[in-house]
């Protein structure tokens, strides 16, 4: 399977962002705050998408069509892109996207929880 992370930079020449083609493979969204469901609280929701920009955008639109994206829109919770995975195929992504979900550990997989926890662990040490 051959994906690859996107990283944040902006490409262009001279300020302006070029059109980029359709990317398809997996994303992880991290929202602002917790959501109770049935099993507890949640802040992360994992996807797949053959258009990854779009389908993002659907989501922060709250027309996804995902019962867990609409619950935090319909809330009023905002989210930030917790990370991305680029895939050749959508077959690539569905495979990608099942091994994620089923490591169930989507906090250990976000850049923004990482970093967070790296920021706490520094202050712990500052302040003894």
């Known amino acids: 399977m051959v994906f690859s ?28 705050r917790p959501l109770a469901s049935g099993k507890g ?3 992360h929701y994992l ?5 990854l920009n779009k389908r993002i955008d659907k989501h922060r639109r709250g027309t996804s069509g995902a019962a867990l994206p609409m619950a935090f829109h319909t809330n009023g919770i905002t989210f930030r892109i917790g990370r991305k995975w ?5 077959k690539e992504a569905y495979l990608l996207e099942r091994q994620l979900k089923a490591r169930k550990n989507s906090p250990q997989l976000c850049m923004i929880c990482r970093r967070n926890k790296r920021r706490r662990i520094k202050r712990r ?4």
């Open 5 to 32: 992370e996107l990283s944040n930079r902006r490409t262009g020449e001279q300020g302006h962002t070029r059109m980029r083609k359709p990317q398809t493979g997996c994303y992880l969204l991290h929202y602002t």
């Open 41 to 43: 609280y949640t802040k």
């Open 47 to 51: 996807g797949m998408a053959r258009d």
């Open 86 to 90: 680029v895939t050749d195929t959508i």
């Open 125 to 128: 040490k500052e302040n003894k």
